[in-house]
């Protein structure tokens, strides 16, 4: 088997052990991180790399695709700045669904938003254990912190079906954490 980090070829003997592969690749990488792995023609994630059996004697090369911290971070936090005004958008219209009594549209929209913000919540907190900015760090932390106990006054108030009250949590309390999270995502931005 042949494993390549971006088009290097790193090794040409047969490694059968996946955290023997990881460690070889990882031990090649200066401030990268993996990116992308391609088992001979077909892309996987690392998660699934890491997590799945995989019949490596099936295999003849396995790509590693790395990129630097910096750039993915930038990336990641771009693909944030425009993702979260659509959260707010979705959150603003669970809410009115909620405050029209539309309870099952507005849980369904809800579970979506819910699911984005938790996508964001792990992007932040990856990148925050990636840059050297204790200040921002420290900042980051405390937001993120904030925002996890509003969400959870508004898991609160849909288990108590209390539709009013989280139809206010929505449209004021998380419009104030994702417009705080928004401008955070541009300091980051910034910083990087």
Do not use: C
């Not at 959260?87 to 699911?115: I, P, R, V, Y």
């Amino acid at each position: 088997m042949e494993i390549y980090i971006n088009e290097n070829l790193i090794v040409s003997e047969d490694i059968t052990d996946k955290k023997d592969i990881l460690e070889l690749v990882e031990s090649k990488l200066e401030d990268e991180i993996i990116d992308k792995i391609h088992l001979d023609q077909v892309e996987v994630s690392l998660k699934y790399f890491q997590e799945n059996e995989l019949d490596l004697d099936r295999i003849d090369k396995i790509k590693f695709e790395s990129k630097k911290v910096e750039q993915l971070i930038t990336e990641t936090l771009k693909e944030a700045e425009n993702y979260l005004p659509k959260l707010k958008k979705a959150s603003n219209n669970s809410a009115e669904l909620f405050k029209n009594g539309k309870e099952a549209d507005a849980s369904d929209l809800l579970d979506k938003t819910l699911e984005g913000i938790q996508w964001y919540l792990e992007v932040v907190n990856g990148i925050l254990s990636l840059i050297d900015n204790e200040e921002l760090k420290d900042k980051g932390n405390k937001i993120l912190s904030d925002f996890t106990q509003a969400l959870n006054r508004a898991m609160v108030a849909l288990q108590n079906e209390n539709y009013d009250y989280l139809g206010d949590l929505l449209e004021v309390e998380m419009m104030e954490y994702l417009d705080k999270l928004s401008d955070f995502n541009q300091e980051l931005l910034e910083e990087n």
